[in-house]
Structure formats: C-alpha cells, structure tokens
C-alpha cells in the first residue's frame, strides 16, 4: 500500500510539473503579473512583395530581388527558395536586410547554379 | 492510509524537484511570444515565347545625313574608319507581340542572323546605349554604343549567338533596350559583310523565352 502511494504520488507530481511548465510557454516570463493569453504576431510587412531576378548569359539566376520591402524589415532575414513546376526546390539562399531609404530592393546571391527555364515560383520567408 | 512524515530524503528531493520546476518554467518563458517572427509568401512565374519586335538600319560615314533604315540586304563596311558603314539592330521586347513589362525576365534568347555574303573580316556587335529609330537615324544622329562586344561573326551563312544576359537586362530596363552596332573591326579595307535585313524574309530574330 505504501508504495503504491508513493507511486501515484510521483506520478501526480510529473503530471503537474509537465501541466506547469507547458502552460507557462504561453505566458510572459518577464511580467510582474502572471497572465495567460494569446497575441497575433505582426512582421515588419504582411504584404507578398515581388520579386525579380537576373540570369547570366548562359541561362542560370545569378540573383533574386526582392522590391519595395519596408524599412521596418531592416535586420530581418530574408529567404528565397527557387521552386519547379513541383514546387520542388532548385536552390535556396537569404540574407540579412540591410538599411535603407523608403523601400528597399534587397538582393539575394548565391543559389547555385539552376537554370532560369526551370524555375517556375519563389517561396519567400522573413524572419525577425 | 498513514499520516505522511516529512524526513530530510523526502525534504531534499522535494526541494531538488521545485528547482528543475523553476528551471524549466524559465526556459519555457524565454519561448513563446518572443520567438522569431514569421512572414512567407510565394510568388507564380508565367513562361512563354516571343519574337520580339525587329528594326534594322544602315549608317554611312561618307553620307552622312541619309537615312538607310529598314533595308532588305544591309551592309557593314570597312573604309579606314573615315567612311566606314555600320549596321544597327534592334529589337522592342516591350511592345507587341511580346509586351514585357519590366518586372519580366529572358529565361534564354538567341538571336539569328543570316550573312548573305561575307569578306575574311570580323564583325563585332556593340550594345548600343541610347535610343535610336529606323526610319530617321543617320551617321551624324547614330546612337551611343558600348566598347566591349557582346558577340563577333565571319563568314557567310546563318549565324546563332546566345544573348539571353543583354536579354534580361534590356527587359528589366523598362523598354529601352536599343539592339547591337555592327561594325567591321579586322581585316582589310573596303571589305564589305552583308546581312539580311528587315522584309528580307530571313529577317535578324531572336528566339525569346521569358518569364514575367
């Protein structure tokens, strides 16, 4: 009887700490006041920017240009994968939004050598 | 059900449980609304073909007013460079039949042209750089064009050179894609090279695939 006690009582207790530190992801840790609840995030844009992109003379994308991104990206991470007709990806890169007056046309190199014929959509991502 | 008896173990372990608690709660609180924030979107690219649309002129240094725009058969001249004949070609992805906005791109391009008849000279093609009009460019009114060519040719026949960088280029420039300078650059003088032209039938062409 004991030990079954002790068993139910470790259990009750796993089963608590798991509930505790679950539910504090949600929570602001920093607060003075403990509060639960959700929040929409909001980026620096919501907008689908369009983009561009140059190829050398042999067919292949040398650069993506992404337009108009706002001066509230500046810091982000901006990622680009070049998809085929499958939405398979061809190649992908990012880089770091630099500063800049008004919009922005930030580049992105380095995604390998994929031809331009083949490329059929960009998947785009902002991190912050 | 006996009464349960606090001793030191069961202290300890308590007190060792309530830290690993607290430590993972901290952890748990540096996640959540202050993780990296996310924006995807996709962009669909439409492909196609085109031929965009061709003009062609002839200028001589030793008439130097007269226009030659638009000629069936035209010539590239060699004469010392004092009255020398260049060739321009241009083509317009902007307007009809392809109507490329700037936004577009050439996926390839590869321009044909057809030598009817040729000397042992090379003929180098320049980009031009400003804007020019079959029907009124003269010598003294010619275009701009680069020093660096961007393909040369010799010989008779019918020649194919990939273009798809000055292409892409020229369509992202909003229209003011200008063609190329044919000029005579090696060789002996009076040499001539004559390519078909605009009406000829094997008119210059470029076979375009773009994206847009």
Known sequence: ?128 | MRRFRLTPLRLSAAILIGSLAFAGVSYAASLGLTSKQLHTWSQALTKGTCSPAESDAEIRGGNPNRNFGNQSSEKVVNRSNVNDWYVLIGFDPASSPCSLPATAGADSAVLTLTITSASKNSVSAYPITSPWNAATVTWNTAPTFGSTPDFTFSGAGTDTFTVTAPLDTGIKSGGSFYGWMLVDTSGTNNATTTIAGNGSGQDPAIALHYEK
């Open chain 1, 1 to 128: 009887m004991k030990r079954l006690i002790n068993i139910l009582g470790a259990l009750v207790t796993t089963a608590l700490l798991s509930t505790g530190v679950a539910a504090a992801a949600s929570l602001s840790f920093s607060s003075k006041t403990l509060a639960a609840g959700s929040a929409k995030v909001t980026g620096c844009t919501s907008s689908a920017l369009t983009a561009t992109r140059n190829v050398n003379n042999s067919g292949n994308v040398t650069q993506v240009n992404v337009l108009s991104v706002p001066q509230a990206c500046a810091g982000e991470t901006l990622a680009v994968t070049l998809e085929n007709s499958s939405h398979t990806s061809l190649g992908s890169a990012s880089t770091t939004v630099g500063t800049c007056t008004g919009g922005c046309t930030v580049s992105i190199t380095g995604l390998g050598t994929v031809s331009a014929l083949n490329v059929t959509a960009y998947a785009f991502s902002l991190t912050g």
